[in-house]
């Protein structure tokens, strides 16, 4: 426990339960450097996923048109939003300095969503494991194009992958098991937009529609796969090779901030604001940067007033075994991709001395903010991709966030500040819901 940190936890529960904006500092945050070696995902590991999306990136070229230019990577573009920057000082009436940069996952290849990131590589690591079993491959310098042989496909129609989601971690992990061959299960949650699950059966994946949560979605997916032996289930609340997949975004964004000569270091902190639905895709890009940079990368973590599981884990150090169902909280949000009751249990452990605090953010706020993104940015992000964008304001803006400021001894560097918003998905929402998306802030305004 950091003593130094003054918060009271019980108002800050309180103002959580009366489903008001928060800022949370984490006070069980220790120094990354202490924790290095101690925990159960390692650098080796991260390396580890890299090299396989690097063997497996000859096939993705082949099979995805729209990642030639990235010779088979999928990764996304990083730019500066200083008109968008400007607007939210002008909203807010406050400034904070440094750069504001939008790191665009929005425009990932093959699902446009920061799920690729995770399932893709699941995916994939699960396809290597069985071609190897099976003797398809001997070793890591045969030729991975195979994969979009005929003898290949037969041997994976064998088998079919499950999934459980509110709907993009069904785009990512089920296009790219179509492509394998695999069969494809999907199960959805009551949020699951129709375009995805029209999407999804275009694809050829077979889509269960549940009028339940997420988290039931995920045991009904669950439950199906441990009946099948053929069948393998894609966890989100569960899996370390999701996690592995989202960690991989920590050595590309520091080669992308290389490339623009932006500095990381201790009198250059860099900041950086990720929505968070059950953890997974926040911890993992979180536990990546922490490992390049230590503690000179703070992330924060954004919920939804009405979903702060995540928040409601950690102060509660109850991590999965409180809902926000617990709490009084109706779960309801229309940043869809963040619409998890429960966190997962072994990102929410993992993360607890790791990630420095975490924002809760209304639907009002976050339709607000992706019309103002679009109107003066002309940048489409879908609604649970705006959480991060209100990140600096919570930080410059807040007497929490002054804290925070203070007690990291920041104060003096925050001219030498890098802020990034992870915009978490959106290129792939039809052009018609954009225009609802986009009215329903405008109307706010
Ligand atoms: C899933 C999702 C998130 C959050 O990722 P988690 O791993 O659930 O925390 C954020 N934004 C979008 C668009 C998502 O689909």
Redesign the pocket.
Same mark, same amino acid.
């Given at each position: 426990m950091n003593v130094n940190i003054k918060q009271d936890n019980e108002k800050i529960l309180g103002d959580i339960r009366d489903r008001k904006p928060v800022l949370w500092l984490n006070d069980h945050h220790l120094p990354f450097k202490q924790l290095r070696g101690q925990l159960d995902v390692s650098v080796l590991d991260i390396k580890d996923a890299e090299a396989r999306l690097k063997r497996f990136a000859p096939f993705i070229k082949e099979v995805f048109e729209d990642t030639k230019i990235l010779d088979g990577l999928i990764e996304s573009p990083i730019s500066e939003i200083s008109d968008f920057k400007s607007t939210l000082e002008k909203t807010y009436q406050f400034q904070f300095p440094g750069k504001f940069l939008l790191k665009r996952?929005?425009l990932l290849p093959i699902a446009g $969503?920061?799920?690729a990131r995770?399932a893709i590589y699941e995916v994939l690591h699960h396809a290597e494991a069985l071609a190897f079993e099976e003797g398809l491959l001997n070793s890591y310098e045969d030729d991975y194009t195979q994969f979009a042989s005929k003898e290949f496909q037969d041997f994976f129609k064998q088998y079919t992958v499950v999934v459980g989601t $509110? @709907?993009?971690?069904g785009i990512s992990s089920g296009v790219m098991s179509a492509k394998i061959g695999f069969n494809v299960q999907v199960h959805m949650s009551h949020e699951a937009k129709q375009w995805k699950k029209d999407y999804l059966r275009s694809h050829g994946v077979q889509v269960f529609e549940h009028k339940t949560n997420f988290t039931e979605a995920v045991n009904k997916g669950r439950l199906s796969a441990e009946t099948d032996p053929y069948a393998y289930f894609i966890d989100?609340e569960h899996s370390i090779q999701?996690f592995l997949g989202?960690t991989t975004a920590g050595p590309r964004l520091k080669q992308q901030l290389i490339d623009q000569d932006i500095l990381v270091d201790e009198d250059h902190p860099l900041m950086v604001y990720?929505?968070? @639905? &059950? *953890?997974? !895709?926040?911890? *993992?890009v979180t536990y990546g940067l922490k490992q390049i940079y230590g503690d000179n990368v703070h992330c924060f973590?954004a919920q939804p007033t009405h979903v702060p599981s #995540?928040l409601l884990g950690q102060i509660s150090q109850k991590f999965a075994d409180i809902s926000v169902y617990d709490f009084g909280i109706d779960g309801l949000t229309v #940043?869809? @991709?963040?619409a &998890?009751p429960r966190t !997962?249990q072994i990102?929410a452990k993992l993360m607890s001395a790791i990630f420095d605090g975490g924002y809760t953010l209304t639907d009002k706020e976050s339709n607000r903010l992706l019309t103002t993104l679009k109107d003066v940015e002309d940048i489409f &992000?879908?609604p649970?991709?705006t959480?991060g964008l209100v990140g600096p304001q919570r930080l410059f803006n807040t007497e929490a966030g002054q804290n925070y400021l203070r007690h990291k001894n920041l104060t003096d560097k925050v001219a030498n500040m890098t802020h990034i918003a992870?915009a $978490?998905?959106?290129s792939m929402v039809p052009a018609d819901e954009q225009v609802l998306f986009y009215e329903n802030g405008k109307s706010n305004q």
């Open positions: 996952d929005d $969503t920061i799920k995770g $509110t @709907g993009n971690l989100d999701l989202y990720l929505p968070c @639905g &059950v *953890g997974g !895709s926040p911890g *993992g973590f #995540m #940043m869809d @991709g963040l &998890v !997962s990102v &992000v879908e649970a991709a959480a992870w $978490t998905g959106g």
